[in-house]
C-alpha cells in the first residue's frame, strides 16, 4: 500500500503525537508498505525524501506548535506524485484540513486518530474561553464524521466520541510502543551520565512540561515526598514552558542538587532514563492514552497516577503502581510514592506486572491491526470506485468537501455561544 500521513506535530518536534506517527509510519515501513509524510517546515532541517514540509509559523503563540502557512498546489502537486491508497490524517484542522481535501478528490479513504482533547490545549490560543473550548469539541466531531474510520487510542475517548455523537466506525488502537527497546535500559548508565548516587531512590516524571498536564500539581506532590524522603531525588526528563514554575514549587522544599533535570531525551537515552527510575509519578488528566506510562512499564518502573482517561486503561491499582481519585489531594499522591519506594516487595510486584501490561501496548499488535483497517477501507473503495475519475469529478468533489469544512467551521463558531450534544457529553 501507499500511505499517506498528514500531522501538524512531527520530528523533531518531541511529543505524543509526533512520536505516535512516527513510530507508525516506520512500522509499516517495515511491513513493505511506502509512506510519505506531510509535516510543517522546521528551519535549518535537512530535507528528506519521503517528507513533504509545508510552509509554517513556528512556535505558535508560544507554543511547541506549528502553524501551516496556506500556499496552494504544494501538497497537491505532492500527493499527484505519490498516488496514494490511503490518507492518515492526525489532526482536524490546518493539515488535516488538506488531508480531507486531498481524500476527496482523489475519492481514497481517509483515517483520522483522535490523539488530543483538543479543548484542554485552547490555552495557547488567544482569547481563551468556555466558548472556544466548545467550538474545539464541534469541530473535532465534525472532522470525526467527515472522514471514513477514527481510531481512538483508548476505550475512554471511544466512549467519549460515542457521547459526541460521532457516526462514524470507531477503532480503539493504541500507539504501539517498542517494549523490546524500553525494556533494555541500563539503570547505571544513565544515573553516572547525569550524576544521580547509584543509591539514590529516584522519582521520575518524562514527558513535556506543558500547562495541560498539571505538572504544578505534581511538584507540590513530589515536593512532599522528598521532604519526607532525604534519600529519594527527582528525575524530571522533558523541556517546556512550565519547567521554571515547578523548580520554583520544589525549591522551598528540596535542595536543588537532589533535582536533576536532562533536558530532552531519545533512543537508548530516553530508555535508560526509565530504567533510572524507581517510581514514575504521573499527574495528567488531559491524556487520550497512557503512552508515556507504557513506556515506563516496559522498563520494569511501578506507576503512581491520576485517574483519567487514557490512564486508567494501563493502570492496575496495587498491580502495577496505584491509582489515585483523579481529585485526589497532592499530600496523597506523596504519601503514594513513598510508600512504592519504601515497599520492596510490594515495588518488586508492580515493576514484574508492569512488564507484563507493557506487553498489551507492544508496537507489533497495534499496527498489524491499522494495515487491517487500512486494507479493508482501500479494498472497499476499489469496489465501488472502478469508473476513471475525470477533471470535472475532482471539481465537484472539490467543491464538495469545502462545502463541509464550511459548516463544520460554522457549527463550531456556533457551538462557542449554543451549547451542542457533543459539547455537552462529559469525559469522566
Known sequence: MKIAMFTNTYLPHVGGV???VKSLEEACRARGHEVRVIAPQVDDLESMPDVLRVPAIRNFNGSDFAVRLPIPMIVRDFMEEFQPDIIHSHHPFLLGDAALREAWKSRIPIVFTHHTLYERYTHYVPLDSDGLKRA?????TAYCNLCDLVIAPSESIAHLLEDRQVTTPVEIIPTGIDTESFGRGRNQRFRKRVGIPKSAV??????RLA???NLAYLAEAVAGCLEQSPEA?????????????MLKTLAPFVDQGRIFHPGKQSGDDLADAYAAIDCFAFSSQSETQGMVLAEAMAAGTPVVALDGPGVREIMKDGENGILLDGDAPAED??????????????????????RETAMEYDTEPCVDKMLRNYER?????????DEERTQWDRMVSGIQIEWDLLVSKVTAATAAVIETPATEARLD
Open 18 to 20: 509526533a512520536r505516535s
Open 202 to 207: 529516584v522519582i521520575g516524571h518524562v514527558g
Open 211 to 213: 500547562e495541560e498536564k
Open 136 to 140: 474545539a469539541i464541534q469541530l473535532a
Open 333 to 354: 499522591f506523596s504519601q503514594a510514592l513513598l510508600w512504592i519506594v519504601g515497599e520492596e516487595e510490594f515495588s518488586k510486584s508492580c515493576a514484574a506486572k508492569a
Open 233 to 245: 531525588v527527582f528525575l524530571l526528563v522533558g523541556e517546556g514552558e512550565v519547567l521554571e514554575g
Open 377 to 385: 477501507l482501500v479494498s472497499l473503495y476499489a469496489n465501488h470506485g
